[in-house]
């Protein structure tokens, strides 16, 4: 293997096992700490971490659809999507860094929350943010890490687009 093949290979593993080992450890200590729906507010109530197991998707969405299909939405489709970006990541000459570490981000909020469906047949959900013209749903670090790598690859891809159009 060359130096740089392994060298992205590593870069790889270790955005995505980060990305994991954040949004796992954050999940063991809600769930071992706060009582479920109970509540712990900080710097004035502008954050909240409770403790709610979300079986449906982002936002709680698709939750009261039937097992079966949830199943296939929500744990097997996300599943199959991980497994082609894995795919895509290792196999992708030339793409650029930022973009390789941004498809990263998502793979390991993908794997976070897809282990959680498997395991636990829901996810942890715990952070609740309320800035007042800023409020989010109640939400976790793999949410954050699919946000920020599908924000990264938004803007990567809009910047590109503007710049070859020159």
Known sequence: MSQIRWTKTVLILLVIFVNIGCDQ???????????????????????????????????????????????????????????????????????????LVAFCFVIGGGIGNVFDRMVYGSVTDFLHLDFAIFKTGIFNMADLSIIAGFTMILIQSIVKRKFVSF
Request: without cysteine.
């Open 25 to 99: 450890v954050s999940k063991h200590i809600v769930r071992d700490s706060i009582t479920p729906n109970a509540a712990i507010h900080l710097l004035s109530n502008h954050i909240t971490v409770t403790n709610v197991e979300n079986t449906g998707a982002f936002l709680s969405v698709g939750s009261s659809l039937p097992k079966m299909v949830k199943n296939i939405l929500l744990t097997l489709l996300p599943f199959v999507a991980v497994l082609f970006s894995l795919l895509y990541v290792f196999t992708k000459q030339n793409l650029p860094v930022s973009m």
